[in-house]
């Protein structure tokens, strides 16, 4: 009988390369004409959309951020605490400085306040150079107080609501609550003060002298006006 040829080794090759390849080809047809191709096509488009969301720039003519600045010359912030839980002392702070900072796209914004601390001002002397002793502020060792806020709705400045954040004292930082106050006016920062009120413990601040004859409770409250002009954020 004629002898039966073996197959080259070229042929092997070519059908090892072309094997995998129709197989391949079968499976995207399968897929295609399945009814259930939705659940293979789908999630893939989805990833992509997902990417192109996250790595996308935003659009040419969108609203930027946009910082405005705190009026110091306007802005106030003063305290008060109770002597035998009756009778409040209260002090003042002359310089408030820090920014704003507008999302108009999400209607969102953020408050940091910085209190200069060597400013504050009482009644009496005495109660004034103990405020600012180590017994109290500190003001040597730490000469700002700085309250950071979360991102919260720009209504609030008009209609009031909650102001959360953390405030930082004597180089301890805490989680605050403060409450904004409705606004008296159309255009609120501008024409009248943004009001923000809050309460802390001294202890958390490590102010923990005097315990027997002054409140563990001090409350802060900040009003707030802000420049004309806003600065866009770099």
């Known amino acids: 009988p004629a002898a039966t040829s073996l197959p080259s080794i070229d042929w092997i090759n070519r059908q090892a390369c072309i094997e ?12 295609a004409s399945s009814p259930f191709r939705f659940a293979f096509i789908l999630p893939h488009r ?3 959309g997902l990417l192109a969301l996250a790595t996308s720039q935003p659009a040419p003519g969108s609203d930027p951020i946009q910082i405005r600045e705190l009026d110091s010359a306007r802005s106030r912030a003063s305290f008060s605490v109770r002597v035998l839980w009756m009778f409040p002392v209260e002090g003042q702070f002359s310089t408030l400085r ?19 601390a060597d400013t504050v001002s009482m009644r009496r002397e005495g109660t004034e150079n103990w405020a600012r002793s180590a017994e109290f502020f500190d003001v040597e060792r730490f ?18 609501g909650d102001l959360p954040g ?16 409705p606004a008296s006016c159309a255009a609120p920062a501008v024409d009248c003060a943004v009001n923000a009120q809050g309460e802390v413990r001294r202890s958390e601040f490590g102010m923990r002298s005097r315990r027997a004859t002054l409140s563990d409770h001090v409350h802060l409250n900040l009003d707030i006006y802000l420049s004309d002009l806003p600065t866009p954020a770099s």
């Open 46 to 48: 989805l990833l992509a």
């Open 98 to 116: 820090g920014q704003v900072r507008i999302d108009p796209a999400r209607q969102l914004a953020t408050v940091e306040a910085r209190i200069v």
């Open 166 to 181: 953390r405030l930082t004292m004597r180089g301890r930082s805490q989680p605050v609550l403060f409450s904004l106050q």
């Open 20 to 31: 995998p390849a129709m197989r391949a080809l079968r499976l995207i047809h399968l897929i």
């Open 143 to 160: 000469p700002e107080i700085e309250f950071r806020s979360v991102s919260f709705p720009i209504k609030r400045l008009r209609e009031g």
